[in-house]
């Protein structure tokens, strides 16, 4: 905190800031109040500017060692007094130890007769002495227009008021001067136009029947200043102011991971899970497992000893506690040890900025490892939508700048665009988880998969999301022709390839032996065959000897003619020879 | 602020000291022109309405800052009627004699 208002300072070397010490305000103002001038709070009646005023004074004399005067014109009211001592202000001690002085201005018109002409040296002279008995560096002049209520002769005021402050700027201490917003102009008497330096308007409106309120710094000379509207709140701590974003963007980035609780989610998230200090979003459809996997997640963080806070924002811990004991995640030990932390409240119990301050509290106060928000969306139903992003962004910054890992469940409407009910926060969310319903053959599945997760390789397959005895599992999805196979439709197809595959190992032995008993019956087709070849040359043998036989026979038979004959020639006609085969 | 032509004695009281009747204090700043206005028409009025029975208190604030806070001094110069009750203050240099007549209940509401 120091070192970034010392940076502030730095950079705006223009102007030096005197630092109101409230929460936020400092922020949207780069340090604080212009130091050694007056500055105008100005806002309609019940706006908390002399909360403001006072919790400026109070800081500055407990906090920055700048003893303060405060000069109210007005009845200290009794609520006020009551919301000093809560704030743990203990305004009679400072009284004593000389950090504080006070003083009430009181005019009453009736008491008082004008006769001619005066001054407000009376007043010069009690502040002065206020400032000097406490050497004080800050001075609030609690709606010093109630002068002119008291006082009839408005050249005389406008003329002293404009004396007083050039007076304050000489005098050198940061004034803080509060007015009534008027019509038309934001103070009735239009102190505005001789309190120049800085100007900071407080704004309390109903908007959907919620109450808000709101702070915008007008002017501020010589410096940069947040020029919004920005939501703040008055509680048991003082005012905050929340800016819309904080103005660094430097937290620091932890490499170091942590378990989902589901060693399979962890697989799918680049082998080992989410980064510690990252903000997870865990978006569904209702009955999707949104809160099974959130309870999952902090069983695993009070497992490592570390500590988990959890916002319930729709069911009581005992609920929450008594569910998911029937998927087999007992929490009741890990509160018992103190390290598992439920806070459960109406989102519409109070308004945004409440919400907000409540959590800061809780998280100041735990100090947990982990935050579960479970689920962010129905806190949408206390502010508008931009708001709601705002608040977001501001408690998602603080938890990054704190490293606790944020792990928020968001219910997607049915029906709506994925995207639709996040959008305001998905810039924000490092690693977005969605659950869906998967409806095939007449059944509802739960599916999971990995939407995005900045900084490591994610899976980007479906998986199928399973509630069982033991916790959470995540399956193997069959991507089928008619899209991803889940429950009993993915058991039948691991039944169907079973059987597959069982049958094809029976086709082939059935082919094997088919092929062998062919095999068998050339083998013995080949055998006949040759047989049959032999057989055959056994006969041409037989054959050739015979037609021998009948040539021999036919000569004798020649010769024996031609003898008979006389012929000359006996064996003029050679006889038939037949080639052997 | 310039030195003043008569220096208003402090604190001032009256030439009659039994005059406890009328108990007046006029708180100042200093001893500018307009406080020492004040005082000489208070003395004027005094002397010409109250003769006799009354006590003039100068209360200079520069010397006493802390005596504003009690009879809730803001304007200068102020006059206060602490005596008779109840109290009155009236304002202003004192120049507009009807009106510091009012004030002190010398003469009815006009």
Known sequence: MAAARKKHAVEFRGIEKCPTGIAGLDQITYGGLPRGRPALICGGAGCGKTLLALEFIVRGATQYNEPGVFISFEEMSDELAANVRSLGFDLDDLVKRKR??????????????????????????????????????????????????????????????????????????????????????????????????CVIVLDHRIQDQLSTRRLRVVKYRGSAHG?????????????SVLPVTSLGLDHPASTARISSG???????????????????????????????????????????????????????????????????????????????????????????????????????????????????????????ANDVRSMLLRLMDYLKSQEITAFMVSLTHAGSALEQSEAEISSLIDTWLFLRDIETGGERNRGLYVLKSRGMAHSNQIREFVLGKRGIELLDVYLGPSGVLTGSARVAQEIKEAAAMKSAARAVQRRQKELL????????????????????????????????ATDDQNAVERQAMAASRKADRPDSRPPVTRARP | MSPPPRKPAKPKTSEEPGGAEWNLRLYVAGRTPKSIIAFTNLKKICEEHLQGKYRIEVVDLMEHPQLAKGDQILALPTLVRRLPEPIKKIIGDLSNTERVLVGLDLRPQP
């Open chain 1, 100 to 197: 504080l002085a006070m003083d009430f201005v009181r005019v009453e018109r009736s008491e008082i007769e004008e006769t001619g002409d005066y001054d407000l040296e009376g007043l010069f002279v009690r502040i002065n002495h206020a400032i000097d008995s406490v050497k004080a560096k800050r001075v609030v002049l609690d709606t010093i227009e109630s002068l002119f209520s008291g006082l009839s002769n408005t050249a005389i005021l406008r003329a002293e008021l404009r004396r007083l402050f050039r007076w304050l700027k000489d005098k050198g201490v940061t004034a803080v001067i509060t007015g009534e917003r008027g019509d038309g102009l934001l103070t009735r008497q239009g102190i505005e136009e001789y309190v120049s330096d």
């Open chain 1, 227 to 239: 020029t919004n509207e920005y939501p703040f709140i008055i509680d048991e701590h003082g005012i």
């Open chain 1, 517 to 548: 008993s062919k095999r068998k019956a050339l083998t013995a087709q080949m055998a006949a065959l040759q047989a049959e070849i032999d057989a055959q040359a056994e006969a041409g043998e037989a054959l050739l000897l015979d037609d021998r």
């Open chain 1, 262 to 384: 589901v060693a399979r989610l962890d697989t799918m998230l680049g082998g080992r899970g989410f980064y510690r200090g990252s903000s997870i979003l865990t978006s569904g459809t209702a009955g999707t497992g949104k809160t099974s996997l959130a309870c999952s997640f902090a069983r695993a963080t009070c497992a490592r000893g570390e500590r988990c806070l959890y916002f319930a924002f729709e069911e009581s811990p005992a609920q929450i506690m008594r569910n998911v004991s029937s998927i087999g995640i007992d929490l009741a030990p890990h509160v018992a040890r103190g390290l598992l932390k439920f806070h459960a409240s109406r989102p519409t119990l109070y308004g945004l900025e409440r919400h907000l301050a409540v959590m800061h509290r809780q998280i100041e106060q735990f100090r947990p490892a982990v935050v579960i928000i479970d689920p962010v969306t129905t806190l949408m139903a206390a502010g508008v």
